[in-house]
């Protein structure tokens, strides 16, 4: 895993944001998936703004999300796919068509979510998996107890989860019980992951993440199976991990081993 160490919550958006416009430079018609929540924002921001400004086109990008609150609308405030047009696909040259966010109003949710895994095969797969963590660990709403080969499905969210989220909502009442979620097996197919965490809050689960055991108890661990995963996190984020000097002489050294290989 790749671990790189900005200095705050802006630097690891705009470096974020760079890992997900080079890639749609190379690929015009690559396939993003994307998170919600706080940390990835300011990356969605960077994306508007590179879009407007340097002309990033997104025309040709098809983008599945993670997952959505089951038994909220499209078009509730605070249902992800709500989220989603807000804070990235209404400023950008998305095409609606290509956006796919789970449904929270779906009659039959296991048909639904074999048709999201069906259309994310269809689509070629994830070339980049953009991912947040929760407190309690979760990558998606992977709750702690989650199969390590799971698939999409509907999951009850933990307390901590809720408690967590209720800061979206008039009251924790509101919040829903249950969501939609990818799997931890399908994150995992994805052909690349970007995890993002920000704010001393996930000190302690970026550690658990990185550095410490595989366990379905901290279903963000499960990246370490990985090939190719990139964690992007703040000084905050990152204040617990032992290894990070070693992060930052890699970092360091990336330079030197490309003109190496260069020469060779
Ligand atoms: C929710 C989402 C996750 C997200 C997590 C962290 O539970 N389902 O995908 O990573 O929140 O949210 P935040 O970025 O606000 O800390």
């Known amino acids: 895993m790749r671990v790189i160490v900005e200095c705050d919550n802006g630097a690891m958006s705009k470096r974020a944001a ?48 993670l997952d959505e609150y089951y038994g909220l609308a499209p078009d509730h405030k605070e249902s992800y796919r709500y989220f989603m047009q807000q804070n990235l696909f209404d400023h950008i040259n998305v095409k609606p068509e290509k956006t796919h966010v789970p449904d929270g109003l779906a009659d ?25 963590i929760g407190s309690d660990g979760h990558i998606a709403f992977n709750e702690p107890g989650s199969s390590l080969g799971s698939r999409t499905r509907a999951k009850t969210l933990t307390q901590e989860t809720i408690q967590d989220n209720a800061r979206f ?9 249950f969501a ?15 995890l993002l965490a920000n704010g001393i809050k996930k000190a302690k689960v970026i550690a658990e993440a990185i550095e410490g055991s595989v366990t379905m108890q901290v279903t963000a661990s499960a990246l370490q199976m990985h090939k190719d995963v990139i964690a992007v996190i703040d000084e905050d984020a990152a204040f617990l991990l032992e290894r990070r000097d070693y992060y930052q002489h890699v970092e ?7 003109r190496m290989c260069d020469k060779g």
């Open 18 to 65: 760079v890992f997900v416009a080079n890639l749609v430079r190379r690929k015009p018609d690559c396939v993003l998936g994307l998170a919600t929540g706080g940390t990835p924002v300011g990356m969605y921001q960077e994306l508007v703004r590179m879009h407007n400004e340097e002309g990033l086109c997104f025309s040709e990008v098809t983008t599945f999300n």
């Open 252 to 258: 360091d050294m990336t330079e030197e081993w490309e």
């Open 108 to 132: 039959d949710v296991d048909d639904h979510c074999e048709k999201y895994e069906r259309m994310i095969d269809e689509s070629g797969g994830i070339d980049l998996q953009v991912l947040g």
């Open 180 to 194: 939609i979620t990818m799997g931890v097996g399908t994150i995992l197919e994805s052909r690349r992951c970007l």
């Open 169 to 177: 909502f008039e009251s924790q009442g509101e919040v829903p019980r």
